[in-house]
């Protein structure tokens, strides 16, 4: 056999494990998902592609502030996966209204960062966790004013398009048994 012809096999065998190893990670550890919209905005902008993991949490007590989660919730009898952003744990106190948020009587903490596409966007810290949440100048809708402790096995989770966004603030905290995932990528 020519040295050619070794290497092309070799090649494609590389190839063909390649492929069924993808196939394995997607059937039992991570899924893609494309967000079909802006509630995730400026993190995941509608088109934007994520990596997750799936059942990355053995209990509740794995969760933390600021984790990314997949969650399966029915919408008018319908079943929807929501990517959502969690703020609070069970045994939390969360308070929200208009733009004010506080987790266990601490307002969070919001620094303005830039003006874009008509919305300002702020770093904001929730215990040890930081990210961007976006306020549009003209609002959609105002979330409905909320004031909830954080029932044991549950979260609440709230996109970080805060105008844009139907989330715990409409709908209350998640049961932990519905999160599928956790976004790992990017």
């Not at 997750?52 to 919408?75: L, T, W």
Request: a positive charge.
């Amino acid at each position: 056999m020519k040295k050619s012809d070794l290497l092309l096999k070799g090649a494609v065998g590389a190839g063909v494990l390649a492929v069924v190893a993808l196939v394995i990670a997607r059937a039992f550890f991570v899924d893609l998902y494309r967000i079909p919209q802006d509630g995730m905005y400026p993190a995941l902008p509608a088109g934007s592609r994520i990596l997750v993991a799936r059942r990355p949490y053995g209990d509740v007590s794995d969760v933390e502030r600021g984790d990314v989660v997949v969650f399966r919730r029915d919408e008018g009898g319908q079943p929807y996966n929501y990517i959502w952003r969690v703020v609070a744990l069970p045994g939390d106190q969360v308070v929200a209204s208009d733009r004010a948020l506080s987790v266990n009587g601490v307002a969070v903490s919001r620094q303005e960062i830039r003006e874009v596409n008509g919305a300002t966007v702020f770093q904001e810290t929730v215990g040890d966790a930081r990210y961007e949440v976006a306020f549009s100048a003209v609002p959609q809708a105002t979330p409905p004013s909320i004031s909830v402790v954080v029932p044991a096995d549950h979260v609440f989770v709230m996109g970080d398009n805060r105008y844009g966004a139907r989330d715990s603030r409409y709908f209350g905290p998640i049961p932990f048994g519905s999160i599928s995932g956790k976004k790992i990528w990017p």
